[in-house]
């Protein structure tokens, strides 16, 4: 048996792990070794048990544990573990229909992945060779945002230029990165004074970036109805539209990276429901399979499918692990699970709840800047006036609230997202909103020190 020092040796000398340093670790006498998880919860090696603020990489939709989605897997595996080259399989083809069911508008022609990274990548490839395959061959810029995520590869790594990923040790990037701003009401770029002024802003920065770099050079832009990766930022109710507009006028096409937001986490099936837009392809993951196994897709409307039909018009980009049956099985249980449980609508209210909590907790700490974000997607930045701008405020965050239960990570030191399981109960939530009750007004003696 494996103690739990052996284990952090182990860890420590082999393991590579995301976004922790095994010297760091090793001193600070981690990593934290999870051994089993339920609900919202996970349990270490010794038995201490914390809340999974963000199940998972705000990717667990349905909870830990399940019996249910253990016995799916188990069964699909011993039915069959996977295919033959130039086949499918039944979850393949039942997975691929009920996606195109649940996603909005002509959204219909599924191509399974293992993952974000992986869909944002043959989603940009997939609208590139859309536009070649209609004739019209000098579309290959993409226009992101700054400051999103879509993921670690190293193609849509340079989408949003992402603090977070370093891309100075890895240039030169890609040719044609356009980046736009974000619509954030928070702090709009271009000083608007409310969500409304900043979105209007905001969108007309698009179509002024699509006017200086050449529209017939453009050939999609992409973006997360709700930008997760800067702390569940809410654009305006017009950006959407207007960015839809903008698209359509000038043959550019709109891919929605509903990795986070997608499966309930806003409190809609896909975050792009609260903005009435139907983008012309659509990226998921996370939420898909809540995490039981690896697995992505993406899906494109009939029109873009339909660039790709006929002989010798076939679109390559075969994964090995895409549409392994396993993952799509399981994801079809995912599906099944949430509509069946109401975890969608769970999700919207509990959402309420819980930002009516934040936002008492911001009228009793000033430091507290903004609370933002829908469904079960929600966060607090702290105020520029009053903190410091460190890692090491960051660090502080993360250790003080898992002194208090809670495994939670920031973003940055001022972000705090919150992007729980949604079968949540309201007394979890308490739980959450008490330990960053007394977390904040720890951090004031704290801020005070440095
Ligand atoms: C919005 C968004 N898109 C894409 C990705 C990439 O997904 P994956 O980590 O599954 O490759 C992430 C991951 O965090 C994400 O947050």
Known sequence: MNTKTELQGKANRHLWMQAKGWADMTAAGEPMI????????????????????????????????????????????????????????????????????ITPGTLSRVWPVS?????????????????????????????????????????????????????????????????????????????????????????????????????DTIAAIIGEPITSSLGAVVPGEQYWLIVREICDRYGILLIDDEVVCGFGRTGKMF????????????????????????????????????????KENIFYAALTAG??????????????????????EASAVKGRYFINRLNNLAVKHPIVGDVRGMGLLVAIELDSKFTIDDKELGDWLVN?????????????????????????TEAEIDIIVDALDSTLTKLSSYLSKV
């Open 34 to 101: 999870i051994e089993s998880a339920n609900g919202i919860s996970v349990t270490d090696i010794e038995g201490n048990t914390w809340l999974d603020v963000n199940g998972g990489y705000s990717s667990v939709n349905i909870g830990y544990g399940r019996k249910d989605m253990a016995d799916i897997v188990k069964n699909q595996m011993l039915q069959l573990s996977y295919y033959p080259e130039q086949t499918t399989t039944f979850p393949n083809a039942l997975l691929a229909e009920k996606l195109a069911e």
């Open 400 to 424: 003080t609230f898992k002194d208090n239960g809670l495994l939670l990570r920031t973003l940055g030191s001022r972000v705090i997202q919150m992007s729980p399981p949604l079968c949540i």
């Open 271 to 310: 975050g792009i429901e609260h903005f009435g837009v139907t983008p012309d392809i659509m990226t998921l993951a996370k939420g898909l399979g809540s995490s039981y196994v690896p697995i992505g897709a993406v899906i494109a409307t009939t029109q873009i499918a339909d660039a790709f039909a006929g």
């Open 323 to 344: 549409g392994h049956p396993v993952s799509t099985a399981s994801a079809l249980a995912n599906i099944n699970i949430i509509e069946q449980e109401g975890l969608v």
């Open 115 to 215: 993952g974000g990274s992986e869909a944002n990548e043959i989603a940009i490839r997939m609208a590139r060779a859309y536009h070649v395959r209609r004739g019209d061959k000098g579309r290959y810029k993409i226009i992101s945002r700054y400051g999103s995520y879509h993921g670690a590869t190293s193609g849509v790594a340079w989408l949003g230029r992402p603090a977070s990923l370093g891309l100075d040790q890895y240039e030169p990037g890609p040719l044609g990165m356009i980046y736009a701003s974000q619509p954030n009401p928070y702090s709009c770029s271009f000083g608007g004074k409310s969500p409304s002024e900043c979105a209007i802003l905001c969108a007309q920065d698009i179509e002024n970036l699509i006017i200086q770099n050449d529209p």
